[in-house]
Every structure is written in structure tokens, then in C-alpha cells.
């Protein structure tokens, strides 16, 4: 299993609220499908952008109390009238989406993280207005959390997203480690790798840490999941960590033994 921000979306989990379930599956259904448009296939960029245009259209007409012509933005439409769901959480999204097809080098973290909070952020922000719990406290955790799990899968995925002419890693910090895109090219671990590899390793797990109480404020099967998701990510940067960031030889996964340790943890921090 990766960290991959959709991958970690608890969709049809028994740990989920029966309450929040169909609104869940909408959302990811949503955010699955606009993502698979801006990176699946062999479509030129421009098609993928009609595509996400006209999927923003729909939105503007749920947002005018109108009927969407699509059946995927349909059931959309029902869960954010159900829950007052936020339109803009997936205006966001889509404006990441868009981004992705024209955009593939960071020029800083600051970058990076803007990217992140149109990307990643707008899940969990959705998912605590399911579960009832959106003081500012809650939001900035989710955040904290939604972020960092962005930020690993990007480490996961360096050598996968090179083949998309896709580099995640800030260009500032590549220029400061004098690591070159070549090296990437060529899944070389060596010189100053690790070390820029470690930096962003703490980074996320930093963003990580400050996000996981959340897990424990969360009451009942939402927080366990939320538990659950916050280990993953914990153990995956242990393994990023423990490899100096030698994503090429093997692409750091969680394993059966893995699941065992976090669902144990999970329960005994209830």
C-alpha cells in the first residue's frame, strides 16, 4: 500500500460512520476521477483541461441549486446538499488538477505546500464537515496531516513521477544538494541524495506530527481511521528515513507486519 493521498481515503472502511459512507464515496469518486483526468492516459493537455473545465461547470451548476448533467457529479450534487458541503473544497481540487497538467517543477516549498493545500487539503476538510467538526483547531490538524501524506507519497513516487516529467522535489533545494534531474533520470542514490532526501523527510514528518492529535480529539471509528492513516504515514517516512531515501531500489510500501503494529497502536492510543 502507498500513502497516496486517495489510496489513504477511507472509502468503504467498516471503521466509517454509516451516516458519513455515501457522501464519502461521492466525494472520492469526484477527486479519483478529476485526478485519473489530469495524469491517466494519453490524452494532449488540452483535452485534459476541457475535461476539468467542464467538470467545474457542473459544479457552478450545483452551486447555482441547478441539476449536473453527469451521474458521478449527480451523486455529488445529493451529498453536498445532505451535508452543506463547501463547493470550494472542490473548486480547489480541480485548480490542482488543472495545475498538474501544466505545471511539473517547484520552484521552493513554499510551492510545493500552496500545491499541497488545493490538492490534498480539501479531502480532509470535507471529511470533518461529515463528521461535524470544523473549529479552526481541527481544520489547521487535518491540514497539518493532508499535507504531509501529499508530501510522502511525493517522496514515494520520485522515480514514478520522473517518468511523468514530474519533479516534486523543490528545485531550490535539488540546486543547494547539487543533485541534477539527470540523476534522477539515472535512480542514482549517490552523493548528496540522502541528505536532501532526509530534509524533506523531516519536513513532512514535522507537518505530520503537528496534525496527529487530531486522531485522539476525533471520537469513535472516524478517529481510528484517522489514527490508522496518521501511523502510515509515520511508518512509511521510518523506511524513507531508514533507506537515506533510496526510493530507486525499492519503493517503501507497508507491509501485513506493518498493519498489525498500527492497528494495534491505534486501538491502545484510544
Not at 50 to 66: F, T
Not at 206 to 220: D, E, I, N, S, V
Request: charged share 25%; aromatic share 8%; hydrophobic share 45%.
Amino acid at each position: 500500500m502507498s500513502v497516496d493521498h486517495y489510496e489513504n481515503f477511507p472509502v468503504g472502511s467498516i471503521l466509517l460512520p454509516r451516516r458519513m459512507r455515501r457522501a464519502v464515496h461521492a466525494v472520492y469518486r469526484f477527486a479519483r476521477y478529476a485526478d485519473d483526468v489530469a495524469d491517466e492516459g494519453v490524452r494532449p493537455p488540452q483535452e485534459r483541461l476541457d475535461e476539468l473545465a467542464a467538470l467545474r461547470a457542473e459544479l457552478d451548476v450545483i452551486g447555482a441549486g441547478g441539476t449536473p448533467q453527469r451521474p458521478l457529479m449527480q451523486a455529488l450534487a445529493e451529498s453536498i446538499r445532505a451535508h452543506d458541503l463547501p463547493l470550494q473544497p472542490f473548486y480547489d481540487l480541480l485548480s490542482a488538477f488543472s495545475q498538474d497538467v501544466v505545471k511539473g517543477r517547484y520552484e521552493n516549498f513554499a510551492e510545493l505546500v500552496d500545491y499541497c493545500r488545493r490538492s490534498a487539503n480539501p479531502v480532509g476538510r470535507l471529511m470533518l464537515v461529515l463528521y461535524g467538526e470544523t473549529d479552526p483547531r481541527s481544520l489547521a490538524m487535518a491540514d497539518g496531516i493532508c499535507t504531509a501524506l501529499q508530501l510522502i507519497n511525493f517522496l514515494q513516487d520520485v522515480a514514478i513521477d520522473w517518468r511523468k516529467d514530474r519533479v516534486y522535489l523543490p528545485q531550490e533545494d535539488l540546486r543547494r544538494f547539487r543533485v541534477a534531474e539527470a540523476q534522477i533520470a539515472a535512480g542514482d542514490s549517490g552523493g548528496l541524495w540522502t541528505p536532501l532526501m532526509l530534509k524533506q523527510v523531516e519536513r513532512a514528518r514535522k507537518m505530520l506530527q503537528a496534525g496527529a492529535p487530531l486522531g485522539k480529539k476525533l471520537k469513535g471509528r472516524f478517529g481510528l481511521e484517522l489514527r490508522l492513516i496518521v501511523m502510515g504515514g509515520e511508518r512509511i517516512l521510518q523506511k524513507l528515513h531508514a533507506s537515506g531515501g533510496d526510493v530507486f531500489r525499492q519503493r517503501p510500501v507497508l507491509t501485513k507486519r506493518d498493519w498489525v503494529y498500527m492497528v494495534w497502536r491505534a486501538l491502545r492510543a484510544n
